[in-house]
């Protein structure tokens, strides 16, 4: 069973910075992609930021440049460091795994991230 937690959202005000973390269980992928996507109130859920297991990574234009993906295989985790934030990047975040950018199959619960001006 494939379980993704999310933690480290929060309130935080505008210029400040918060890391995101989503532990991995249960993957039935050797290679794989995790990834952030988020969703705003009233609106569709977006990639944020993408990293392969073999190191790749795909950014929303949006958030290069400001954000950055990481992870660590042994642990089965991932991370996203978010700097520079802004009211707009308010939204729900949520961990995916999958086999490509494009094609995530198992999603966590999300984390709220709000960001005050």
């Known amino acids: 069973q494939v379980q993704l937690v999310e933690s480290g959202g929060g309130l935080v005000q505008t210029g400040g910075s918060l890391r995101l973390s989503c532990a991995a269980s249960?993957?039935?992928?050797?290679?794989?992609?995790m990834a952030w996507h988020r969703q705003a109130p009233g609106k569709a859920r977006e990639l944020v930021a993408g990293?392969?297991?073999?190191?790749?990574?795909n950014y929303a234009d949006s958030v290069k440049g400001r954000f950055t993906i990481s992870r660590d295989n042994a642990k089965n985790t991932l991370y996203l460091q978010m700097n520079s934030l802004k009211p707009e990047d308010t939204a729900v975040y949520y961990c995916?795994?999958?086999?490509?950018?494009?094609?995530?199959?198992?999603w966590g619960q999300g984390t709220q991230v709000t960001v005050s001006s």
């Open positions: 995916s795994l999958g086999t490509w950018f494009s094609s995530p199959r198992y």
């Open positions: 249960g993957s039935p992928f050797s290679s794989n992609v």
């Open positions: 990293m392969h297991s073999g190191g790749a990574t």
